[in-house]
């Protein structure tokens, strides 16, 4: 049992450790048509809640964040149904989305 254990935290140690030092640049699309996300289009999700969240869709990518107003509380401004998606957020790319 302790053999196992040993192997079981040897295995853990150089998995973790393979994270260190890995810093990337969250702020560039790494996909197949590479930028940076500024460039990308935004629209806007509103959630069965009817909270706004920022969405892009980059053809096999697609990036979500919830919608914070300066104070960091959600925005619920009800700028679509519950469930939809407005605005150009397939217009960033010229990948087509497979699904």
């Known amino acids: 049992m302790t053999i196992v254990k040993g192997l079981?935290?040897?295995?853990?140690?150089?998995?973790?450790s393979a994270c260190v030092g890995s810093k990337q640049n969250k702020t560039v699309d790494r996909g197949l048509?590479?930028?940076p996300l500024t460039e990308l289009k935004a629209?806007?999700?509103?959630?069965?809640?009817?909270?706004?969240h920022w969405i892009i869709d980059d053809g096999i990518e697609g990036y979500l964040s919830q919608r914070l107003d300066r104070y960091g509380?959600?925005?619920c401004s009800g700028a679509?149904?519950?469930?939809?998606?407005v605005g150009?957020?397939?217009?960033g790319s010229g990948i087509g989305d497979p699904v």
């Open 80 to 85: 679509g149904e519950p469930g939809t998606a």
């Open 43 to 52: 629209g806007i999700w509103t959630d069965p809640n009817g909270c706004d």
């Open 8 to 16: 079981l935290l040897a295995t853990v140690t150089l998995s973790l």
């Open 33 to 35: 048509d590479a930028k």
């Open 73 to 75: 509380k959600p925005v």
């Open 88 to 91: 150009g957020f397939k217009s």
